[in-house]
Structure formats: structure tokens, C-alpha cells
């Protein structure tokens, strides 16, 4: 005779259920939402910590300026034509020359009491900076500007003929050197 242990037959119901946590799509849909929510707050985290501080301290004024020089632009837009003159190749940290150039609608020069030069940077306003433009002919100012950093700048000029301000508006790329 042989040892032999009796056969015992298993059924469904005999065997212990296994737990829906080591099934491979809950833990994958699972992860997939760890990495979901974890990217999210990394996001966040960086919105926060690398503000680029755009709002103006002078927002009021700064619209208010802004309302005046439109009004007074609507009102002077038919008597003068001006126009910046700005290289194609502005590089950073190279000085260039812009010129500007004002003229009435009959062609005539204008020669206003104060001609401006103002760069904006849109992402860092500790980079903004004006010049006073310097007349080189009537109707013809000339300023000499470096720009500090390469990308996209914002570049303005007003004239004040003591009645207000009128002002042109050009948005310039900056090459690396």
C-alpha cells in the first residue's frame, strides 16, 4: 500500500478572495492619479514661487495716463504722422541708435517742447528704462539706448508740446549678442 494523501477538491467558494488592491488596473489607475495630483501641485508651487510681478504698483494712474494720452492722440492723430525708426539687428548689451520722426499733415517738421524715449519689458519692469531723444534735424530725435536683455520689448515715444503728451507705440525684438 501506498501513502498517499486523499485528493480534496477546492471549489470557488473554498478559496480566499484576493484583495481588489494588488489587481494591476487599481494600482495603475490609482498611480495615475498620484502623478496627476503631484504634477498639479508641482505647477502650482512654481506659479507661485517664480511670480514674474507684472501687477503696477501705479495701476490707477498708470489708466489714467493711459486715458489722457488716447484722448489726446484721438485729438492730434489728424494733424501729425510720427513714426520710430528702429534697426532690424538690436542686439543686448550693444548700444544702437533709434531715431524718431514727427512731421504735420501738411509735411511740415514739428519741433515739440520734449521728445521721450521709453522701453517697457514685459516680463521684468526692474529693466524698463527712458531716454530724453536729442533733435538731429527739425522733426528728426535720435536717442543712443542698450537694451540690458534679449526678447521682446515694448518701445514708446512721447512728444510734450506743453499741451500734453501724444505718444507712438512700437513692440521690438532684441537679439542675444
Known amino acids: 500500500m501506498t501513502n498517499r494523501k486523499p485528493m480534496t477538491q477546492t471549489t470557488t467558494a473554498d478559496r480566499k478572495p484576493t484583495s481588489a488592491w494588488r489587481s494591476p488596473w487599481v494600482i495603475a489607475?490609482?498611480?495615475?492619479?498620484?502623478?496627476?495630483?503631484?504634477?498639479?501641485?508641482?505647477?502650482?508651487?512654481?506659479?507661485?514661487?517664480?511670480?514674474?510681478?507684472?501687477?503696477r504698483d501705479d495701476y490707477y494712474e498708470g489708466g489714467r495716463d493711459v486715458e489722457r494720452t488716447i484722448m489726446t492722440r484721438l485729438k492730434a492723430e489728424h494733424d501729425l504722422t510720427m513714426s520710430i525708426d528702429t534697426p532690424a539687428d538690436v542686439q543686448a548689451e550693444v548700444p544702437t541708435t533709434v531715431r524718431f520722426v514727427?512731421?504735420?499733415?501738411?509735411?511740415?517738421?514739428v519741433s515739440p517742447d520734449k521728445v521721450t524715449y521709453y522701453a517697457y519689458r514685459p516680463s521684468d519692469a526692474h529693466l524698463d528704462f527712458?531716454?530724453?531723444?536729442?533733435?538731429?534735424?527739425?522733426?528728426?530725435?535720435?536717442?543712443?539706448?542698450?537694451?540690458?536683455?534679449?526678447?521682446?520689448w515694448d518701445s514708446l515715444v512721447e512728444i510734450d508740446d506743453g499741451d500734453g503728451a501724444i505718444s507712438v507705440a512700437q513692440r521690438i525684438s532684441v537679439a542675444r549678442p
Request: proline share 7%.
Open 102 to 109: 514727427v512731421v504735420d499733415a501738411a509735411g511740415q517738421p
Open 130 to 152: 527712458s531716454t530724453p531723444m536729442e533733435q538731429e534735424a527739425p522733426g528728426r530725435y535720435a536717442a543712443r539706448v542698450t537694451f540690458s536683455a534679449a526678447g521682446a
Open 29 to 55: 489607475w490609482i498611480s495615475l492619479v498620484v502623478i496627476v495630483l503631484g504634477v498639479n501641485a508641482t505647477m502650482v508651487v512654481l506659479a507661485i514661487t517664480t511670480n514674474p510681478g507684472l501687477v
